[in-house]
């Protein structure tokens, strides 16, 4: 439920602060989040204000050239943030791993699969790059990535599986997503969050991406429309339900939802396309 509560000056720098933390973040997106979050007046007018304010004070660096602009925070914003204490809220973490690794290695030798384990990962990097998100670490075999904005993050997840199936080294790949709030300490993030998004990661099979329910309820106005990638470039992805399902190391279950590209004779006979109004 959106705060009723009038939202301070100081309350939302901060706010943008932590989103811009995470990855790119376009003035617009800024606005709709806070109309989320947030019930107060002006709100596109306090926004920018409050953008141009961190900009001036060197928190935030201006990325967006024409149109209207997007924000990535300086290592001065995130410091400023590691002194307050703050954790992002309704932050996305992507976990990805190659498939099969070891037996790269052994068909390609050492040399051989180095190359081609940089070349997955030139393509992982450039899709999260266009969708602005931010790669905090490489796993050796998989990245951790976060996004502000759940959408874009699946936007993302599903763009990287289509990349890296039209690719010539034809490495598969596993995608697992999942939302809430991050503990953030020097630069990484901890928290039954990012288990959560790993523990997904590691059900998932080759194509797949597999989120958990938060995500695709964050998702499903865009899932609705039938617009963003993967839902209208990506004609044929397919959604499966999973229900409520165990991960390592986790109390209770979670709902959770796999995606998986076409392919020929489908797992699930009763899985539907990702069109517009699939749920």
Do not use: W
Request: charged letters at 25%; proline letters at 4%; glycine letters at 12%.
């Amino acid at each position: 439920m959106p705060s009723t509560r009038n939202l301070t000056t100081a309350e939302l720098l901060l706010e943008l602060l932590e989103l811009a933390s995470l990855g790119e973040l376009p003035a617009d997106q800024a606005v709709r989040q806070m109309r989320r979050s947030h019930r107060f007046t002006r709100v596109a007018t306090r926004v920018d204000q409050a953008l141009a304010s961190l900009e001036q004070e060197g928190l935030l660096t201006r990325t967006g050239s024409t149109g209207r602009p997007a924000y990535r925070v300086t290592e001065s914003g995130l410091d400023a943030l590691e002194r307050q204490g703050r954790y992002p809220a309704g932050a996305a973490v992507i976990f990805t791993d190659i498939v099969g690794s070891t037996g790269m290695i052994a068909e390609f030798g050492e040399d051989g699969a180095h190359q081609r384990r940089q070349r997955h990962f030139a393509l992982l990097h450039e899709a999260v790059a266009s969708r602005g998100g931010r790669v905090v670490k490489n796993l050796g075999d998989g990245l951790m990535i976060v996004f502000a904005d759940p959408t874009a993050a699946l936007d993302c997840a599903l763009a990287m599986q289509r990349d890296v199936a039209a690719d010539a080294d034809r490495l598969g790949l596993r995608v697992g997503l999942h939302a809430g709030e991050l503990l953030r300490e020097e630069g990484d993030f901890f928290g039954s969050t990012v288990i959560v998004a790993q523990r997904l990661c590691e059900r998932a099979e080759s194509g797949q991406v597999i989120v958990s329910e938060d995500v695709q309820v964050a998702a499903g106005d865009r899932l609705g429309a039938g617009v963003g990638v993967g839902f209208g470039a990506g004609v044929g992805t397919r959604m499966f339900e999973l229900g409520q399902i165990d991960l390592k190391g986790l109390r209770d279950p979670i709902g959770a939802y796999a995606f998986e590209l076409p392919t020929p004779g489908p797992r699930d006979p009763e899985s539907q396309p990702l069109t517009a109004g699939a749920s």
